[in-house]
């Protein structure tokens, strides 16, 4: 059974950082890909970022530069970096596998509150 466990959110001001983390209860993390997303009141949730099980990445526009995703297989953990943040960051977190698919999934853990202050 998928069971995604997401953490690191918080308050933080415009211009701080925060780094997430997600552990990821499955086997079969090493062979994913992984993405983490966020979801804002009233809108969408959108992709952030995303990562092969070969480390190659990929990035909305508004935070390349920005924030950084990895992962550690060994673990089974996917991470995000995220510097100078801005309050259109603030959303829910959530990290989830990637794929062409990911609008249709239908898990996803409790997720990580973001909030940037001005």
């Known amino acids: 059974q998928v069971q995604l466990v997401e953490s690191g959110g918080g308050l933080v001001q415009t211009g701080g950082s925060l780094r997430l983390s997600c552990a990821a209860s499955?086997?079969?993390?090493?062979?994913?890909?992984m993405g983490w997303y966020r979801q804002a009141p009233g809108k969408q949730r959108e992709l952030v970022a995303s990562i092969t099980t070969g480390g190659r990445t990929n990035y909305l526009d508004s935070v390349k530069d920005r924030f950084t995703i990895s992962r550690d297989n060994a673990k089974n953990t996917v991470s995000l970096q995220m510097n100078n943040l801005k309050p259109e960051d603030t959303a829910v977190y959530y990290c989830n596998y990637f794929g062409n698919s990911w609008r249709t999934y239908t898990y996803w853990g409790q997720g990580t509150q973001v909030t940037v202050s001005i």
């Open positions: 499955t086997s079969i993390f090493s062979i994913a890909a």
